[in-house]
């Protein structure tokens, strides 16, 4: 599996596949930087959560959902494009556009990375799992952090004076908010633990300044 990744084109896929193309930006952000900030507000978003555990079943759902988070883009590597939100989620057929997607992806996954190699077979899982078939509740995570990760991109470019991303900015923090709730709705019940202070955290995010810190 690791020959695969390395000799083909999906990391070079990702460092090249530019989101938000359509749009006028001051910067350009590639699919590989947006999913190691995914990466990093998945792992910091899960200690704040669960804190200092050894708990077996806790740290395997952290590791299934950091895993997730570096891979939750990957299918742009195999569809070859970044497909924006208001193609995927048009009410339209927005639907219809993921299933199509997402029918693809699986497709050229199988057709790429399926071994018979019994030796292979478990990084293929991994995967696949990280990729295909990903866990529901691993997902309510990573999409949090995702989300997160736009509302750090929309908040460097209006702090730029980039009126373009106004109403994408406020998309996103209701996407935020929503997120969160289904994430600490699903902890709560799945691990009997309180999120109150995750939610205390994300209410401060979203009531910062966008301009945020100045660097010097």
Known sequence: MIEEIISKSYLKRLDNIVQW????????????????????FTRVLLDDIFGDTQDFRVERFKMNCVTHA??????????????????KYNEF???DVRK??????????NKEFAKESES????????????IDVDPDVKKVVKVADWLALL?????ELALGNKNFELTYKYCINGVIRATYNMCKM??????????????????????????????
């Not at 193309?21 to 990093?40: C, G, M, P, Y």
């Not at 570096?70 to 208001?86: C, G, P």
């Not at 199509?100 to 996954?109: G, L, M, N, R």
């Open 152 to 156: 750090y991109y929309c908040r460097r």
């Open 70 to 87: 570096i891979f939750h883009d990957f299918d742009e590597a195999i569809f070859l494009r970044d497909v924006s939100h208001n193609v």
């Open 100 to 109: 199509s997607i997402d029918d693809f992806v699986e497709y050229e996954f």
């Open 21 to 40: 193309l359509e749009r006028d930006t001051f910067n350009r952000e590639s699919v590989s930087q947006h999913s190691f900030k995914v990466a990093v």
């Open 120 to 131: 292979e077979k478990p990084a293929y899982d991994t995967l696949k799992s990280a990729i």
């Open 187 to 216: 902890i709560e019940i799945i691990f009997n633990i309180s999120t109150e202070n995750v939610e205390s955290n994300i209410n401060k995010i979203m009531k910062a300044s966008v301009y945020g810190e100045t660097d010097y």
């Open 93 to 95: 057929n927005g639907s």
